[in-house]
């Protein structure tokens, strides 16, 4: 998210961010958003999405992150300890207005009307953090409106990458602090980002198709790796 907005020259700074899930990846996406100056509006489970306007702060995160992970709680009791947040069971937050939506529950929970909705209130960047959260439909409706788009095999390519990142360490008999950690995921990040352009520009003056790009991108990356082995 951070490079696609820098990218056209945006930035998360002040950006109103609606988030499903509430497991690792949407909680650690909610801290980056708020680290980056943004401001999170919703969290989820499968019971159903809050919703507090006032933005969930660092120290509600904190209090979400001990009810999700240490204690294993219902997502609606945000609402109960914090009154002016609301809990909207057996929904989605995609009505949520909001700048970016980021989906980080599971498959297929962001469809075409979902879409439709985030477009209409504005919505300029969906970034996946689930395995093929938006399903087709959903993905054309946002292409066609010229969102902003990034599919979870290049947005959420972090965990892989640490865990490459960590098998490296352990070959090499090395280990890393987390300050460095951060910045070689960082780069690697930044170079997903940098080749999804390269691929995903398909006119002047248009936005990145970040999802032909990723496709692209990754294609060609197999296929050199085969090249290089002598398998073709």
Known sequence: LKNMLEYRGDSVEGKSVVIS??????????????????????????????????????????WLKDLKIGRRGRISEYADEFGHASFHADQRPWSVDCDVAMPCATQNELGGEDARSLVSNGCIAVVEGANMPTDLDGKRVLENADVLYAPGKAANAGGVAVSGLEMSQNSARTSWDEPSLNTLLVDIMQGIHERCVEYGEVERGRPVNYGRGANIAGFKKVADAMLAYGVV
């Open 21 to 62: 899930g509430s497991g690792n990846v949407a909680l650690h996406a909610a801290e980056k958003i708020l680290q980056l100056g943004g401001r999170v509006l919703t969290l989820s489970d499968s019971g159903g999405f809050i919703h507090d306007p006032e933005g969930i702060d660092a120290e509600r995160l904190a």
